[in-house]
Each structure stands twice: as structure tokens, then as C-alpha cells.
T-cell receptor
Framework: GAGVSQSPRYKVAKRGQDVALRCDPI?????LFWYQQALGQGPEFLTY????????KSGLPSDRFFAERPEGSVSTLKIQRTQQEDSAVYLC???????????????FGEGSRLTVL | GQQVMQIPQYQHVQEGEDFTTYCNSSTTLSNIQWYKQRPGGHPVFLIQ?????EVKKQKRLTFQFGEAKKNSSLHITATQTTDVGTYFCAGEMWGAQKLVFGQGTRLTINP
């Protein structure tokens, strides 16, 4: 596709429900990142994939958060037993670079806005 | 852990005035990037700085990377209404393979 595609764009969940957010990166992009952006804040790193390998998951807030990229393209961020503090925009970004210490330009999707009631 | 601080948090200017946002990292960076996010939109890449003391220009925008590679600035000359948005710096440490974003500076402009 022309850009990074995320779905759903908007998700309302009741507290305790599980949600799954999908990211379809730019074709051929090696690196894929998930960020969480609270209202009025900068994006906060969650996790990073290089192809299918999850190389860094240090930003995941708790074990309720899980991400996968099984075939090295589409990625899913799953949040179990959602809490109100999980309400945020979840941004996916991809880049061509797989090099060390140079992530390269990130191409962001439009984001998935999660509201937990 | 690595922290990236940005000031000011908000800036309101008259159209035609200049604007500057500053970024400071708690650790030495391998590179720094700048992004712009329009209201309701997603971050869009502006530029990457890699070398110590580097200065790059894009039309009315001037980006600088400090000699110690711990700070950076973005200066916009003669702002236009199209410059409205939030500007983020994002720093990358050696070996980290991730960008740490600042809190952003939200720019609003009075036409």
C-alpha cells in the first residue's frame, strides 16, 4: 500500500474487554514500531520488531500488552483486560532501516484511538 | 532511562513572527529526528541530524544539532498559518534501536 495502515481507527471498549489493533506497514519495511500517545503528550515507545523478531519490548506497560508480527509484515497489538488508563492513541510506524543505532525515518499510520469506559 | 525534554510546551505567535523549540537529551545521541503533527493527524518526518554541530535548512526551517550531540533546536522564520501543529524531537541512543520522543511544542498562530 501507499502508507502504513492501521485498523480500527476508533475502538471503544468496556473495562475488562480484550482488544486487538492491527498494523499493515509499508511493503518491504524491515522495522516496525508501536507507540502509545496520550492526549497532549509525545509518543511513548512500546515495542520494536525487525522482520518477525521482537527485539525490544521494554516499553510495554504490563503483561496485559502483547504484540506479534508472525510473518514479518502485518503486526497486531493486543491488550487484555483493558483498563481506563489504556485509553490513548496507538501509533504504528515502519522504516526501511534495520541498522544499528539508526532507525531511519519513521512512517506513521493514522493511529488507533482506544477509549476504555 | 533516556529522557528527551522539549521546551516550551506551548508557543503562540503572530503570523510572520519567528518560532524556536529546544530539545535536550539526558544522554548522548547517535542521531536526532524532528517530526510535525498537525491537529488530529499523525507525526510526519521532517529531518534527521547525525553529525555533531550539524545545521540543516528546509526553506524557512533551520535545524541544529549540538556539538555534544545532546541538544537540538528547530527555528522557523516568519511563521505562516500552515506551520500550525506540534513539533516533536526524537532522539536515538547508540544501540537502542528506538526513538525517544520529547513532549512536543504546540505552535498556534494568530493570522
Amino acid at each position: 500500500g501507499a502508507g502504513v495502515s492501521q485498523s480500527p481507527r476508533y475502538k471503544v471498549a468496556k473495562r475488562g474487554q480484550d482488544v486487538a489493533l492491527r498494523c499493515d506497514p509499508i511493503s518491504g519495511h524491515v522495522s516496525l514500531f508501536w507507540y502509545q500517545q496520550a492526549l497532549g503528550q509525545g509518543p511513548e515507545f512500546l515495542t520494536y520488531f525487525q522482520n518477525e523478531a521482537q527485539l525490544d519490548k521494554s516499553g510495554l506497560p504490563s503483561d496485559r500488552f502483547f504484540a506479534e508480527r508472525p510473518e514479518g509484515s502485518v503486526s497486531t497489538l493486543k491488550i487484555q483486560r483493558t483498563q481506563q488508563e489504556d485509553s490513548a492513541v496507538y501509533l504504528c510506524a515502519s522504516s526501511t532501516s534495520g541498522g544499528v543505532a539508526n532507525t531511519g525515518e519513521l512512517f506513521f499510520g493514522e493511529g488507533s484511538r482506544l477509549t476504555v469506559l | 532511562g533516556q529522557q528527551v525534554m522539549q521546551i516550551p510546551q506551548y508557543q503562540h505567535v503572530q503570523e510572520g513572527e519567528d518560532f524556536t523549540t529546544y530539545c535536550n537529551s539526558s544522554t548522548t545521541l547517535s542521531n536526532i529526528q524532528w517530526y510535525k503533527q498537525r491537529p488530529g493527524g499523525h507525526p510526519v518526518f521532517l529531518i534527521q541530524l547525525v553529525k555533531s554541530g550539524e545545521v540543516k535548512k528546509q526553506k524557512r526551517l533551520t535545524f541544529q544539532f549540538g556539538e555534544a550531540k545532546k541538544n537540538s533546536s528547530l527555528h522557523i522564520t516568519a511563521t505562516q498559518t500552515t506551520d500550525v501543529g506540534t513539533y516533536f524531537c526524537a532522539g536515538e541512543m547508540w544501540g537502542a534501536q528506538k526513538l525517544v520522543f520529547g513532549q512536543g511544542t504546540r505552535l498556534t498562530i494568530n493570522p
